[in-house]
């Protein structure tokens, strides 16, 4: 069964710190691994999806990589600024007959950029 | 532009009546969706596999009579929450395989429940 665990839970950083919050996975068997954030009582937002056969993605400040053998994708994000606090969310969806589609995700990592 | 849209995305309901959550596919047609629910400081957890034409697959300990899924068309799946509690107040949210496989998937906004 697919296991997904973010590091750390929570992190507060001072406005402008480049940051990077890891996300591990336990079956490499998936087909992609994809990055949402979501702000309290709001709904998700995709952020950045990585296919299982690339190793990264970039959009404006954040980049996201993958290293699927070893179970790891990492989200960098540059320049942090007060509104990039939210829960910033994980998830991996599976291959194959059984997971085709079904996305397991981890608990978040709960940014706090201060001013 | 959103793929997948989810309606509604509020919800307050009183307990002992049912709430329907909608989840459209826009431009493709989804053989397949997928239902989640959150609930607080917890994950996401998978409920449900939706089926077009079939009956839906429930994860070990959901209440498939409580949860009802419906897949009639090709772009629209139907949650309802049938007599709803308090501990059922939760952010649902749905997903859709596009492609072939259905592997590529989108994710709809989410819907909160709140139960009154």
């Known amino acids: 069964k697919q296991e997904v665990t973010q590091i750390p839970a929570a992190l507060s950083v001072p406005e402008g710190e480049n940051l990077v919050l890891n996300c591990s996975f336990t079956?490499?068997?998936?087909?992609?691994l994809q990055w949402f954030r979501q702000d309290p009582g709001k709904g998700l937002t995709s952020l950045l999806l990585?296919?299982?056969?690339?190793r990264e993605q970039t959009s404006g400040r954040l980049n996201a990589s993958l290293d699927k053998s070893s179970g790891r994708s990492t989200l960098y994000i540059a320049a942090s600024q007060p509104g990039d606090s939210a829960t910033y969310l994980c998830?991996?969806?599976?291959?194959?007959?059984?997971?085709?589609?079904?996305?397991?995700f981890g608990d978040g990592t709960t940014l706090t950029v201060k001013p | 532009g959103a793929v997948v849209s989810q309606h509604p995305s509020w919800v307050i309901c009183k307990s002992g009546t049912s709430v329907k959550i909608e989840c459209r596919s826009l431009?493709?047609?989804?053989?397949?969706m997928f239902w989640y629910r959150q609930f607080p400081k917890q994950s996401l957890m998978l409920m449900a596999t939706?089926?077009?034409?079939?009956?839906?697959?429930?994860e070990q300990g959901v209440e498939k009579d409580k949860f009802l899924i419906n897949h009639a068309s090709l772009t629209l799946s139907t949650l309802t929450v049938t007599s709803a509690h308090p501990e059922d107040s939760s952010f649902y949210i749905c997903?859709?395989?596009?492609?072939?496989?259905?592997?590529?998937?989108?994710f709809g906004e989410g819907s909160w429940l709140t139960v009154v």
């Open positions: 431009d493709f047609q989804a053989t397949t």
């Open positions: 079956d490499s068997a998936i087909y992609n």
């Open positions: 997903s859709a395989g596009r492609g072939l496989l259905g592997n590529t998937i989108y």
């Open positions: 998830a991996v969806t599976g291959t194959g007959n059984t997971n085709a589609g079904k996305s397991t």
């Open positions: 939706s089926n077009e034409g079939s009956k839906a697959t429930y």
């Open positions: 990585i296919q299982s056969s690339q």
